[in-house]
């Protein structure tokens, strides 16, 4: 039975999302619609891309993709102006594949232009749908936020949307987040999301087997997504999701995909004999935290790490990438020391990495300016609620020093 996929991930890597997608087999039509798979949010919708596949596909979807935030399955859509009628279209749905008895519901709702305005209202008539199917109470909850969805764990996320007396009914397929990838247990100041660092590295074309180095690594983000992505290493292989609570989880389709090995054992190919992967930081205690989430990660063999300032960096002889997240303050005028450590690594990159391309977060195009190099600045993205710019460029050689 084919379903109706929605791959949710922040605004800005939806363009990633579609490529994971399309490298995974799982975007290989336009949506029933017969429009383009949407990459796009609307409204007030996080973004994301459409698809469409089979229970399969959907296990596939969650245990690989780098970028995306979950995977929601399209369990209807129709039209509702009443309660009563809202009422009635839900229970209509196949409620009975998807909730295991006795199972609580978490109930996210949101309403744009609709007569139906309320979302408390909402979700007391979806919960009561759910009864009418499944002829038993349902305990529900309303969720508005990721933070309250996940705080209940055992609780099945239901997604409603009502936009113009159209509703959307979802369910989230994934259970937390999928850049709670299960090997950061340890965190440094401000973490840079996984889905975020797999984004950038992509935005990057980061070649996996060129030198990649990023020399404030805090916490290891950048690294570990750059050494799972370089080893085949499916992010997914160590957490739990959502779908396997559900009546219709069917552990032999799941069992062969989570121990295929990895995308490039079965390619055929081999990864790099030695670590090209090289990570620093002048902070011991966030040094410690990327160490010991490395390890957890499995891919501690893949990463040179070593404590040392942005000055004291020494990369390898063949050109390669810096990806990196830089420190950043809100209110740049106020904060001289974060220009002055942005045009000393400017001044590092050339005398120590010329030739090499740099991708690297700001808040601020002046502070990316700071650096001394041409750049292009385009990508918006989303760093812990934070506008941020995506700065791409290439290191010329500096011929003053």
Known sequence: MELQLFAVCAPGLE????????????????????????????????????????????????????????????????????????????????????????????????????????????AERVAGAIEDRLGRPVEHMKSKSDSQAEAAAAAQLIVVRLDHDHCQISLDSSGELLHRRGYRLAAAKAPLRETLAA???????????????????????????????????????????????????????????????????????????????????????????????????????????????????????TPGWVVTNPPYGVRVSENRDVRNLYAQFGHVLRAKCAGWRVVFLTSEAQLARQAGFDFDSGLRLVNGGLPVRLVIGKVAVDYGR
């Open 15 to 122: 363009p990633f999302t579609a490529h994971e997608l399309r490298g995974l087999d799982l975007l290989r039509s336009p949506s029933p619609s017969g429009k383009a798979p949407m990459e796009r949010g609307l409204g007030g919708e996080a973004g994301g891309v459409e698809f469409t596949g089979a229970l399969r596909d959907l296990y596939h979807a969650n245990l690989h993709l780098r970028t995306a935030s979950r995977v929601l399955v399209r369990l209807g859509a129709f039209y509702a102006a009443a309660f009563s009628e809202l009422r009635k279209k839900a229970s209509r749905l196949p409620w009975e594949h998807y909730l295991r008895p006795g199972q609580p519901v978490a109930l996210r709702v949101t309403c744009h232009k609709s007569r139906l305005y309320h979302s408390e209202g909402v």
């Open 199 to 317: 984004g950038m590295l992509m935005a990057a074309q980061w070649e996996v087997a060129a030198p990649l180095l990023d020399p404030f690594c805090g916490s290891g983000t950048i690294p570990i997504e750059a050494a799972l992505m370089q080893r085949g290493l499916p992010p997914g292989r160590a957490r739990r999701f959502a779908f396997m609570d559900w009546p219709n989880y069917d552990a032999a389709l799941w069992t062969p995909l989570s121990l295929s090995g990895t995308v490039r054992d079965r390619a055929g190919g081999e990864g790099p004999t030695q670590p090209l992967i090289f990570a620093s930081d002048r902070d011991a205690g966030a040094l410690e935290a990327a160490q010991a989430n490395a390890a957890r990660a499995g891919v501690a063999e893949a990463i040179v790490f070593s404590r040392r300032a942005v000055s004291a960096i020494e990369p390898p002889a």
